[in-house]
């Protein structure tokens, strides 16, 4: 007898514990419309309220996975990697380390989705360089991986389907931080693209899914484990989202700090999350023998320029103009600039990394709504990062601004964002973990 979605609700919204025929009904009914979006949507609500089991949380995971056509990329020779992060604001490690990895010998097929909430999106900063294509069919998608080594692209619409329901319905009904619905999200768009080696970048703090590191860590345990009871080899980093990764918010803004790390001419936090991730990447594939070799491997394609000539090649590939790596001006620039000054002397407390990204976003840098057309040139620049010391009047940062920017919107969200202290603040870690 077929399982009705209400024999599925009523037992979960008395909190017990659905079998697998009864997830993949569920599943099912997200990827071929049998269940209406309310019947999703209360059972979404019945989970985040009650959970689910390590063995319920596998079989929605696994289920999601196979709703749609899993990617056979058995055909590329080599070791093939993916890399995926919960989300963060000025978080650009993608960019900065998939062309590094390629420049190692690694191949990198990478599937990325657009900004959710504050967080940024890979997609939409690829846009920002002038003629770049990321809507791509697998099998030009695998050519480009062949032939330059690496790759970033939308998700097809084959990959994971189900996971596309449930995700816009989460992201309206307040259903997106719950502990078995991001894990069977991300991991079951991983398993389904098909690489060998995954790294997950699992962000703790005020700017992540999971704020707390004790939800971040259970995050990361569950991804590696049940991504490892696949067969392939997942690694999970947790690091800091106290503070935004990198010194630039927004989409060009975020190429062109990426840019400049691959070039040598940047360093900082931005791109030691993003050596240490390609790091463990290229020890898991084997390339390197352990994370330090690896990551003197990937700091040598920056010296040598290989990184930013691999970055170039994959652009131009995807139909963008390479120029961009070494000339950034002709990247989409923003009209006006406004410093958003220190109220008082002392040292750089916090900085509430959501209402940062929510501040890019009033700027034109994310959407409101599904269809909103993306300001690309716009963003913030950060001046300084938790810690450093501040005068009363000094800039902290810069807002870019364009047209449709709602200015004093930004400028109130940064101002509660910043607080400053009279005493000393000591930066937070940035690694806080490895879970393999
Ligand atoms: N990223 C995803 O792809 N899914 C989630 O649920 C959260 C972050
Ligand atoms: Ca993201």
Redesign the pocket.
């Known amino acids: 007898m077929a399982i009705k979605p209400s024999d599925v609700l009523r037992k979960k919204r008395f909190g017990g514990e659905l079998n697998e025929a009864e997830i993949r009904a569920f599943v099912k009914g997200a990827t071929d419309g049998s269940w209406a979006d309310y019947q999703l949507s209360a059972l979404l609500m019945a989970i985040a309220i009650h959970g689910m089991t390590d063995r319920e949380t596998l079989s929605l995971t696994l289920a999601m996975a196979k709703s749609g056509d899993a990617l056979d990329l058995s055909d590329i020779p080599g070791v093939k990697a993916d890399k ?4 963060g604001v000025g978080d650009t490690t993608s960019l900065i380390l998939v062309p590094l990895a390629a420049a190692c010998g690694l191949r990198v097929a990478k599937m990325s ?1 657009r900004g ?1 909430g504050f967080t940024g999106g890979t997609l939409d900063k690829l846009e920002s360089i002038p003629g770049m294509r990321i809507d791509i069919g697998v099998e030009e998608f695998k050519g480009i991986v062949r032939k330059v080594g690496c790759a970033i692209v939308g998700q097809t619409a084959s990959l994971a389907p189900a ?1 596309k329901v449930l ?1 816009a319905l ?1 992201d309206v009904t307040e259903t ?1 931080d719950c502990m078995p ?2 894990v ?3 991991l079951s ?1 991983k398993l389904a693209a098909g690489a060998d080696v995954v790294v997950l970048d699992v962000k703790t703090g005020s700017g992540a ?1 999971m704020d707390a590191f004790g939800k971040s860590q259970k995050l990361a345990r569950d991804m590696v484990r049940i991504g490892n009871l696949s067969g392939r080899r997942f690694s999970a980093l947790i690091t800091d989202m106290d503070q935004p990764l990198g010194m630039h918010i927004g989409n060009a803004l975020e190429v062109e700090e990426a840019i400049d790390v691959l070039a040598g001419r940047t360093a900082g936090q931005l791109k030691e999350v993003a050596l240490e991730l390609g790091a463990h990447m290229l020890r898991n594939a084997g390339i390197a023998q352990d994370v330090g070799s690896a990551k003197e491997m990937l700091s040598e394609r920056i010296a040598s320029g290989e990184g930013l000539e691999k970055f170039a090649e994959m652009i131009e590939a995807q139909g963008g103009d390479p120029r961009v790596c070494f000339d950034t001006a002709l990247l989409p620039k923003a009209k006006r600039r406004i410093d958003v000054p220190a109220a008082r002397d002392g040292y750089v407390a916090a900085t509430r990394t959501s209402d940062i990204g929510n501040a890019a976003k009033l700027l034109g840098a994310g959407r409101e709504r599904k269809e909103d057309a993306l300001d690309l040139s716009v963003g913030i620049v950060m001046k300084k990062r938790i810690g450093d010391p501040v005068r009363r009047g000094e800039p902290v940062m810069a807002l870019h601004a364009g047209e449709r920017s709602d200015v004093v919107g930004a400028m109130t969200l940064v101002n509660r964002a910043i607080s400053i202290s009279e005493q000393p603040v000591k930066a937070p870690a940035l690694i806080h973990a490895v879970v393999e």
């Open positions: 995926h992060s919960t989300g989705g959710l996971d995700y989460r997106v619905l991001v069977s999200s991300i768009k899914i």
